[in-house]
């Protein structure tokens, strides 16, 4: 029988270590995340008398890089995990995937194996869209997985023996559906009888990106006011946990329409409005939250953040929430009413394997039976 499976590789610029890995998206469960996992290829008599180790890193920019002057910088580095993988420990305390045996056995007796944890509750791969005339790396939260040669975890590494290739830290959809939306708000006016009442439902909680979301609403005019026009719009939250005051929202999608106006009192108007949010109508927003980008591969709006518990927080992350609002408009005297209901976006468990492919930050190496087929390496991060 014979295997051909891919694997993303990234050598170091001095080419004595070369970095293979068989995915760049880790799942985050939650209550756990998916071990980040690859085989590092050494030559052995670089490496003799020297260590080798490895680290996930999780950067956080939180300004644009034009305008960092005078020292100052909008950008923040974590250290989820390090190990050391050369010389490799006696004991291995985890099992070797195939893709590692595999490697292993491709590459010979220069291949070692490594597995990275990152902790629970570690913030997801978020990027903050830029404006078009912004330029430099983008504001969000981003990983790497880096391997480098030094005397101890926390020595200084040297960039002709270090590689470094981007990874995501993703979330997928829970598989149990929650309670189906719904919510009813009134409104009532000092100098006149009656109350405005609206009542919205959505068929579901969880939608998939691409899907459109059908907004039920029933409007009952039991007062002598009179309803101008309906507006609906799907409103991402993103909240920088890093400031006080970075909570803002952004309209990803909205219709507004005048059909059944003007309601008059003591009518009812019951109505379905449908709105998608895409990415494909939202490129020239300068702060749109988009998931985590490898470079130069398309992506998409930002999934919601799921979070164990809401009162754990990382400081160092951006979590993102998605509502519907639907706003009756009553003339200029009367005001507003707003009704606005929560949602969950998220990608679909079965499209994980849509979402892993290549891209030209690495390259990408077919193994079939015996043969390695060496390329030469992308050097950028």
Request: proline share 5%; with cysteine.
């Amino acid at each position: 029988m014979v295997y051909n499976f891919k694997v993303f590789k990234k050598c170091a610029p001095n080419g004595k270590i070369t970095l293979y890995m068989g995915k760049r998206d880790f799942v985050d469960h939650i209550s756990y995340v998916e071990p980040i996992d690859g085989v590092v290829l050494l030559e052995e008599e670089y490496v003799r008398g020297r260590r080798v180790f490895g680290q996930v890193v999780c950067t956080f920019r939180y300004g644009r890089e034009e305008d960092e002057v005078m020292g100052l910088n909008f950008y923040k580095e974590l250290f989820l995990a390090s190990e050391q993988i050369y010389p490799p420990p006696e004991k291995r305390d985890y099992e070797l995937t195939k893709t590692q045996e595999r490697l292993l056995k491709k590459l010979g007796a220069g291949a070692f194996p490594f597995r990275l944890g990152v902790p629970a509750g570690a913030p997801g791969s978020v990027t903050l869209q830029p404006g078009l005339e912004d330029e430099g790396e983008p504001c969000g939260v981003h990983y790497y997985v880096k391997l480098f040669v030094g005397d101890s975890e926390i020595d200084r590494s040297h960039r002709r023996s270090t590689v470094a290739l981007g990874v995501r830290k993703l979330q997928f959809a829970p598989s149990k559906p929650g309670p189906q939306p719904c919510t009813v708000v009134r409104k009532d006016f000092v100098l006149s009888p009656g109350q405005l009442e609206l009542e919205l439902t959505l068929d579901k909680q969880l939608y998939m990106h691409g899907e459109t979301v059908a907004v039920n609403m029933c409007v009952r005019n039991h007062s002598n006011k009179v309803v101008k026009k309906v507006k609906a719009s799907i409103q991402q939250g993103v909240d920088v946990m890093l400031f006080q005051s970075g909570q803002y929202r952004n309209v990803v999608a909205s219709v507004e329409t005048q059909d059944g106006c003007p309601l008059q009192p003591g009518s009812s108007l019951q109505k379905v409005l449908h709105l998608t949010p895409l990415l494909a109508s939202n490129r020239d927003k300068r702060g749109i939250a988009l998931d985590g980008q490898l470079k130069r591969a398309d992506t998409t709006l930002a999934s919601t953040t799921l979070l164990l518990d809401a009162e754990q927080r990382d400081a160092f992350g951006i979590v993102v929430s998605y509502s519907v609002k639907v706003k009756l408009y009553l003339g200029a005297l009367s005001g507003e009413l707003v009704a606005e209901l929560p949602f969950i976006l998220m990608h679909p468990k079965e499209g994980r394997a849509k979402m892993i492919h290549a891209d030209s930050q690495a390259d990408v190496e077919m193994f079939r039976q015996d043969t390695v087929h060496h390329q030469e390496s992308v050097e950028v991060y």
